[in-house]
Every structure is written in structure tokens, then in C-alpha cells.
């Protein structure tokens, strides 16, 4: 199904996003919604789940920040965000087959990955009792090499698992189904003639880079 005023809704968000406009956390409360299936998330148009999802994927959840300066999204993501916008304007319906799932371990490692506020304090405190040399403490030293084991491996395996992942026989059968180059269409013809006559990108305010 195409929900058309959803559709709408996330490109405003998409551009905004990418530009720097909205912070993560304005994108995040939109793609979880209040919990009552109102986010894009738990939409049931497959091209508001998938962009939407592509969009989630660009920051991380904390702190709160902009996709400016050093966070500001490279040029290819840019068009990326832009064909999105398009593919969300043309009025069609999402063709690609359902992306393989990640591992369970990968999962697990991602779950880790939201303790980083955690560990980091933990980590922070405990070279703070090193400095200033804190007596009668001795209970934090065990806790905060957990932390910071804690912490490199979940990165380690969150960033080689990606990397494993994107690689492995399945993702590459899955962007063998179409044209991954012009993700979210599945045809290069079908992106061409949306590129033709874009309607939600015209007029916009803050739009990304424009597509290739």
C-alpha cells in the first residue's frame, strides 16, 4: 500500500534530517512514534518502513546532535537521502524482496553498543580515582576494566560484524535482486523517469545534494 501523507511526512523529515535541520533525537521520536504504531517504523507501507529505517541508520543515538560539521553526511549518502525523497514522491510501490536479518550476535553487540553512556562514565570515573590518587576505592578498579572491555568489544564486533554482514552470500544475493545503485527503486528506468517529474523535491528548503 502507498500511504501518501506518511510518505509526505518522512521526506520533509529525510531532508531535514540529512541537512542538518532536525537533531537525531527529532528523527528518532518520528521513526518510533508515540508507541501506539503511529512511527514510521510500524508503518505498513514498505517504502515509509525501509527509507525511514535507511534514515535511523545514518546517526547514532546519542548525544543529541545535527548531521553538521564533522557529522555532516558524506556527498554519495547525500544522494542517497535525495533518491529516497524521490522514490517517496513517485507513488510507487517498494519492489525489493525483504533484506536478510542480522545475526544474533550482531544484535547483541548493537544492544551493548546503547550501554556506551554507561561505560564511559564508569571509564571516566575510575581515571579520575587514578589521578587524584583516591584511597579505599579499590572495588572500581575490577568495574571499570569490565567497562572497557565491555566497550571495545561491542565496537569491535558491532563495526567487523557490519563489514561481515554486507559481505556475506545472502546481502549479496539480496542486492543482486534489483539495481542497488538506485536503491530504493528497483529499476534504473523506474528512477529515471521519477527524475523526471520529482514532485517532493521540488521547493524544498533543505534539501540534500542532488542525485547523480
Not at 76 to 94: A, K, P
Not at 108 to 113: D, H, I, P, S
Not at 132 to 143: A, C, E, L, N, R
Request: hydrophobic fraction near 40%.
Amino acid at each position: 500500500m502507498v500511504n501518501t501523507e506518511q510518505r509526505r511526512q518522512l521526506a520533509q523529515d529525510l531532508r531535514q534530517l540529512a541537512a542538518g535541520t532536525i537533531a537525531n533525537e527529532d528523527f528518532d521520536d518520528a521513526y518510533y512514534g508515540e508507541g501506539d504504531g503511529d512511527g514510521y517504523v510500524d508503518s505498513a507501507d514498505r517504502a515509509v518502513v525501509e527509507t525511514a529505517t535507511r534514515g535511523w541508520a545514518l546517526y547514532s543515538d546519542i548525544p543529541r546532535y545535527r548531521l553538521r560539521g564533522r557529522h555532516k553526511l558524506s556527498a554519495e549518502t547525500r544522494r542517497e537521502v535525495t533518491r529516497c525523497v524521490l522514490f517517496l514522491g513517485s507513488g510507487r510501490e517498494y519492489e525489493w524482496p525483504e533484506e536478510p536479518k542480522y545475526p544474533l550476535w550482531h544484535k547483541l553487540a548493537t544492544v551493548t553498543c546503547a550501554a556506551y553512556p554507561a561505560a564511559i562514565a564508569v571509564l571516566l570515573i575510575e581515571i579520575m580515582l587514578l589521578v587524584t590518587h583516591t584511597k579505599d576505592v579499590g572495588f572500581m578498579h575490577p568495574i571499570g576494566l569490565v567497562a572497557a572491555l565491555a566497550l571495545a568489544t561491542a565496537v569491535w564486533f558491532r563495526r567487523r560484524g557490519h563489514d561481515r554482514f554486507w559481505n556475506s552470500p545472502a546481502m549479496k544475493a539480496w542486492r543482486d535482486s534489483g539495481d542497488y545503485d538506485v536503491w530504493p527503486f528497483l529499476r534504473r528506468e523506474d528512477y529515471d523517469a521519477a527524475r523526471r517529474a520529482p514532485r517532493l523535491l521540488a521547493g524544498a528548503t533543505a534539501s540534500p545534494a542532488s542525485a547523480p
